[in-house]
């Protein structure tokens, strides 16, 4: 397996509580690297951009509200097939349907407040990177 890249955001409802820290230890526990972090308060333009591709979905408006409700987290994780890993970690989009042990059965609140974003293919990871870093603060 090819090492990879991918783009995760540790969202709003769990940087309020203090769930920064936990996540990572669940990535990292999965052999997932953090490879570049920042801490950022997403406008409503930034975020609308980023779910743009959602924007005829009937939650498209709340999900926008609710990135910007509190900072996130951006990150990049390094891993042998960190794209699929990364989305096998984080668990189902809706809890109740998570996996056990995955970010999502553990900590998410809800369908929309789900703790963690991630890409869901090679090419749209090298796009949301892009999106939030510059090549030069990636530190592998
Ligand atoms: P993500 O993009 O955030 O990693 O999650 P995903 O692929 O599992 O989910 P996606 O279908 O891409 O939806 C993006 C985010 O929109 C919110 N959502 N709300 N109310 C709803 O029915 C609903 N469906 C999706 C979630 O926050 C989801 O992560
Ligand atoms: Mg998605």
């Known amino acids: 397996m090819a090492l990879e890249r991918t783009l995760s955001i540790i969202k709003p409802d769990a940087t309020k509580r203090n769930l920064t820290g936990k996540i990572n230890a669940v990535f990292e526990g999965a052999g997932l ?16 951009a980023f779910y743009a591709v959602h924007k005829e979905r009937p939650f498209y408006g709340s999900l926008v509200s609710s990135m910007i409700a509190e900072p996130v987290v951006v990150q990049v994780l390094q891993g042998e097939g960190a794209v699929a890993k990364n989305r096998e970690v984080m668990g189902a989009t ?7 042990g995955t970010v999502r059965k553990l900590f998410a609140e809800s ?9 869901d293919s090679l090419e749209n990871a090298k796009n949301e990177i892009s999106f939030f870093f510059a090549e030069t603060e990636i530190l592998p």
Do not use: C, F, M, Y
């Open 94 to 100: 809706n809890p109740a349907d998570a996996a056990e």
């Open 33 to 48: 690297r953090i490879v570049a972090q920042k801490r950022i308060h997403l406008t409503e333009k930034q975020a609308g």
């Open 111 to 119: 369908i929309e407040a789900n703790s963690v974003h991630g890409s």
